[in-house]
């Protein structure tokens, strides 16, 4: 199966910062990747889809990278409720899940 | 909204015994997943199904057991449970093979002692 590799944090960051989190890959036939997010005692959510040309959804923003077969997922003006565990996935059949980073936004 | 929901939110058995995990979804999802997740160890997929009466082993099959009966239902089952199986069970559905979107159940907290 394909490993997916993520830093797992803790990312303790203050308000307004912005925060980068990568996710290597290690299967360069890997097509297409996401990342999903994890609230404290919840379960993981799909948050956004990742393209080579860069996705943006508000204040996020991922990217892919398949020469260097990272995916990146920037946060821009964190908010306390931003904390939470950040899952990268690559798809596979089925899905391959990262150990996930964590990120604790701080007042 | 797609539904995925867990028999229980907390259990606690002894050593030994035979223990069940239901989950079932609403939305006529033709796969469904079991997962642990540990701290440190992240989500670990035991077992899967793509259909009814389906099933495929998963990075950690050991020392479990599933069952589809029905396309809504899918058990995981510990025939005899060890206290190394104490964990966070999830239980997940997505539409068709090669779906990029899981939806997961709450979670069961196992405790084994």
């Known amino acids: 199966r394909k490993e997916v590799e993520q830093d797992p944090g803790p990312f303790n960051v203050p308000e307004g910062a912005t925060v980068a989190f990568n996710c290597t890959y290690s299967n360069s036939a890997s097509q297409s990747f996401f990342w999903y997010r994890q609230d404290c005692r919840k379960e993981p959510k799909l948050l956004m889809s990742?393209?080579?040309s860069g996705n943006e959804d508000g204040r996020f923003t991922a990217q892919l990278n398949r020469a260097s077969q990272y995916i990146s997922l920037l946060i821009r003006d964190s908010k306390l409720s931003d904390s939470a565990t950040y899952l990268c996935v690559a798809l596979n059949t089925p899905l391959v899940f990262g150990k996930g980073t964590r990120l604790s936004v701080i007042a | 909204d797609v539904k995925v929901t867990q028999s229980s939110r907390y259990l606690v058995k002894r050593t030994g015994e035979k223990v069940f995990l239901e989950c079932v979804q609403d939305m006529d999802h033709e796969n469904m997943f079991w997962y642990r997740q540990d701290p440190g160890l992240g989500l670990r997929l035991i077992y899967f199904?793509?259909?009814?009466?389906?099933?495929e082993k998963g990075d950690i099959p050991e020392g479990y057991s599933v069952s589809r009966e029905k396309k809504e239902r899918f058990s995981l089952i510990l025939e005899s449970a060890s206290t190394n199986q104490t964990s966070m069970y999830l239980c997940?559905?997505?539409?068709?093979?090669?779906?990029?979107?899981?939806?997961f159940g709450p979670g069961t907290r196992l405790t084994v002692t």
């Open positions: 990742v393209y080579s």
């Open positions: 199904s793509y259909d009814v009466k389906m099933k």
């Open positions: 997940a559905s997505s539409l068709i093979r090669g779906s990029y979107e899981q939806y």
